[in-house]
């Protein structure tokens, strides 16, 4: 499990079932367990304004610069 964090403010945005090896691109959403974002159409936001990534439909394409992870993926 992944704690995704803004790299701004620090604040979480998603609890995150990550499996496999490999930087963090995408959000896939049936993978997300807590969702801490704010949507405006189709951009995923920080409650600081922080843009977070894209709504894809099926995943959220994360803007890697803009966010901080923690924690251990499944195998």
């Known amino acids: 499990m992944l704690t995704i964090k803004c790299a701004k403010c620090k604040s979480k945005l998603f609890k995150y079932i990550k499996k496999g090896k490999g930087k963090l ?16 159409g189709d951009e995923v936001r920080c409650t ?25 993926r499944e195998r």
């Open 25 to 40: 691109w995408h959000c896939w959403k049936e993978r997300i367990v807590e969702d801490f974002t704010v949507k405006d």
């Open 48 to 72: 600081c304004g922080q843009l977070i990534g894209i709504d894809q439909k099926k995943w959220i394409k994360l803007k890697p610069h803009n966010i901080i992870y923690k924690g251990s």
